[in-house]
């Protein structure tokens, strides 16, 4: 099973709301990652988690807050987002580890956001 | 530093094959690609550890030059299944501060008409 699920499927949130994005995983793995990807234009790296600590910030903006509340859940709070931050947000999960199949990342089907 | 993949975009017509290339200005521990379709997640097609192995899968198959820091993608007798946008996903380093760092290259689109 390579199943990593993500919820909600769409969200619409104003700039002053907080809501949450949720990711799960049960493949047993050890690294999570949150990737932004905007129309026509690759996955950009938000965070990664290792072991459920915060490995990797790639410097996003504070309104962005990361939780990896156990191994299997990851999830993506959300406080006065900008239009700009529309876009497909997309979970990842890997093993941790040096052997071949280590780092290969299986993505959620993402969270489609839009901020009005 | 973002992967260089060419081409932007590739038009086929079923059975034809066709190649994309992904280069690197750093040194590489490994390539990773994936197909994207429309309104999907990518999903994940194989891995290239540096060491200038090829691999295979089915009709696709790719290859890690570690000297030129490149990788390319060969789809054999493509399908129309094989539409959608090829992203390959570089990998520094083995470990440390940088592991599970992955960057994506800026995509490669491919289309398969009947």
């Known amino acids: ?116 | 530093q973002q992967p260089v993949q060419s081409p932007q975009a590739v038009i086929l017509r079923e059975g034809e094959d066709a190649v994309i290339n992904c280069s690197s200005s750093k040194a590489l521990y490994s390539v990773h690609w994936y197909r994207q379709k429309h309104g999907e997640a990518p999903v994940f097609l194989m891995i290239l550890l540096k060491g200038g192995e090829q691999k295979g899968h089915e009709k696709i198959s790719a290859s890690f030059n570690e000297k030129k820091q490149q990788s390319s993608l060969y789809l054999t007798a493509s399908q129309l299944s094989y539409s959608g946008t090829y992203f390959c996903g570089a990998r520094p380093s083995a470990g440390g501060t940088s592991y599970g760092k992955l960057t994506f290259g800026q995509g490669t689109i491919l289309t398969v008409h009947p």
């Open chain 1, 1 to 116: 099973d390579t199943e990593v699920t993500q919820t909600p499927k769409h969200l619409v949130m104003g700039m002053t709301n907080k809501k949450s994005l949720k990711c799960e995983q049960h493949m047993g793995h050890r690294a999570m990652y949150w990737y932004k990807q905007k129309a026509k234009k690759p996955p950009e790296l938000m965070f990664v988690y290792s072991y459920e600590k915060l490995s990797i910030n790639e410097s996003v903006p504070s309104r962005f807050s990361p939780e990896c509340p156990n191994s299997s859940l990851l999830n993506l709070h959300l406080h006065a987002l900008q239009p700009e931050d529309s876009a497909l947000y997309l979970c990842a999960s890997s093993q941790v580890g040096r052997a071949e199949r280590g780092g290969t990342q299986y993505f959620g089907p993402g969270t489609r956001l839009l901020v009005l």
